[in-house]
Every structure is written in structure tokens, then in C-alpha cells.
């Protein structure tokens, strides 16, 4: 009779266990956190200030590239005139690029311009249309001299050039993605400058697919990402802890999962209207904001690090409370680190939530030498300036 007792009690323990680690296990799924330790320490260590072009604006389009241990910022000023470069080492601008207007009119629609540019080594200058036309500048007139059409699945108006979608050139090659309907398309564009041919692949996430009719909004097709060298691209999707890996030459995709659960579900806000009002428009935006997401991506190339922006999720009711354009930078923002294989090692205690950064911010935020280097929002167009901030590890 004991032995059956104690069988009994073996037994009424084990599912006990078993009712545990499953109710623990959907408390954990469904969470509206992301439950990473802070095991890294973000702490502000200077800053600096570089003075502007009389023409130069404090937001504008920019690029920023490392250039032999000193960093490159491109900025556009007034009107497109010209294009300002700016060493970070330096603290002011040692150069200046003048373009051509009267010449590249015929290459732009009535009321167009110029959407973006991009800066290839010493000498190569693109500017690209409002058509996604890649038009190829000489550097010291300002001429024009080739015309790239780069082609998409929803061409016109949908590669964009700015820190939101990829776009590198690499060798001969142009690297892009265009913006999505349904997810059903390939992530990335490949247009080979000398045979004219393009190529597209990459997949989006199986979730992507399934979901497609709640992913309200085009925001969901951003890519935080960073080209390591010229053959590695790394990204990831804003709403996944995972990163990838593209190898540019093979085409070969490495997804690397993270099992940390990523509270998406709330982000699935169905809305099948097709022409947007303003209202409609800006209860998108406001999703975005009340829920976590991802934006930009850096890579510590000293220690073989990935410093992923994660922005913390608003109160609607606090984010509606804010004006405009206050609202937009009042995320809690953290640091997600991941380690040179992709795995994430921790994260970092919070920015303060002062800075415009993120998926619809101008991001001005880039990194060398283990500093992290973030702009601040500019009082005046007659200075921008960077505050620095280095991460430690806590144990």
C-alpha cells in the first residue's frame, strides 16, 4: 500500500513539473518584454561639434563611411547645390562637392530632384531621381555621365537611398531592396553595372508570409543592416531578434537564430484600407511606437561586435500626448549586443530618449574604435554635434 502511495505521489510530481514548466514556457512566449540581461554598461564620454557649410543643413540626406581610421560624413546642403565632406577626426570640412544642376534638370520630372546620393571611394558620385534613376556625377564638374535604371517588382519611386533599406556599391555591383505590397517578393536586388543584368534574392520571414494582411504599413520591410566587407552583408527584420548573414558573391543566406522570444503579436494591427488619411496614417506610425522594434545596426570591428538599436515600446496615450515632432524620439532606447557569430550577449541600460533615432528619424548614430557616436537634435543649422558614448562589459 505505500509503495502505491509513493508511486501516486511520483506520479501527481511529475505532472506537477510538467504543468510548471508549460505554464512557464507560454508565460514566457507570449511576454511583453524582451527578457535579455543587462550585462553591458552604456555610459556618455564626450562629445564633439563640427561646424556647417553657410549652406549646410543641421537634417539632411547623408552617408557616412570610414576612410583610413577617421570617418567620413557627407551631408547635402541647400538645395543640392553642393555636398560637404566633414571629417569626425578633423572637426570640420575638408572638402566639397559642387553639382551641375542645369545639366542633370533633363534627368528629373517637373517638380522632382534629387532623392539620395552616394559617395563610391575618391571619385565616384551617384545621385539618384525620384524614379529610382542611378545617375552617375562627375565628381569635379558636377556633369552628368551614365544612367543606372535600376528595375524592382513596383518600379517607379521605391529604392530609396538612406539608412532604412541597403543600398552599397561594390565593385560593379549595386545592392539594393525596394519597398514591399506583401512580402511575397525577393528582399534583394542585385543590378551588375557593366552587363545590365539584375538578379533578386532572400526570402522574408516565414511570419512575414503568414501574416501579411496585418503587417499594417511599410515599415515592416526596413532592414536594420551593415556591410562588414565587400562580400558580407549583415541584417535583420526590425521585428526579429535574429540576424542574418549574405554572402554577395554565393548568394548564401545564414539565418541566426536567437531564442529569445520577441513580443510580436501585439504588432499585428489589421488595417485593409488602401488610400491613407492623415488619420489613418498616423495610427500606423503610432503602432510602430507602441511596440518594440529595431532600427539601426553597427558593427564594432575592434571586438567583433553587433550593437543592434532596440526601441522600447510608448503608452499610446503618452505618445498621442506628446506634439509633434517631440513625439517621434520619446522611445526608451536600448542596446542589444551580439558577439562576432551573431548571438546575443546582453544588452545595455537606455539611451536617454533625446536623440532622433529610429525607423522614421533621420538616424545620424555610427561608431569607431568602441565609441558610439550620436547626434544630437540640432538647435541651429550652423553646427551638428556628436555626444560619445562607450560600452563596457559589467563582469
Known sequence: MEKLRRKLVKNLRRKLNFLLTFVLFIACTNSNKLNIEELHTLEKTGEIKIKLNKKGLSISDHQIREINEDIEI?????GYETLSIYSLNKSKEIGIIKLDLNNLMPFFEKGGGISGFYLKGKDSLFVMNYQSDLLLIDRNTGQYLANYNLPTSNRPNDVKIDHRFPFYITNDRIIYTSSQNNFLN????EYNMINKKEKNYGEYPKFYKEKKDYLAGNWYDYLSHIMINDTILIYGHPISNNLSKLNINSKEIIEVINNYPFPRESHYTENKINNLAEEELNNLISNTYNNYHYSNLLYDKKNKKYYRILKKPIEPKQFNSYPKPLKYWKNEIEIIVYDENLKIKGKTNSFPNDYQIGIYEQSEIFNIDN??????????????????????EKY
Open 74 to 78: 557627407i551631408r547635402a546642403n541647400y
Open 186 to 189: 525577393k528582399i534583394f536586388w
Open 371 to 392: 565609441k558610439i557616436y550620436v547626434k544630437k537634435i540640432p538647435e541651429n543649422d550652423e553646427y551638428i554635434t556628436y555626444d560619445i558614448y562607450t560600452i563596457t
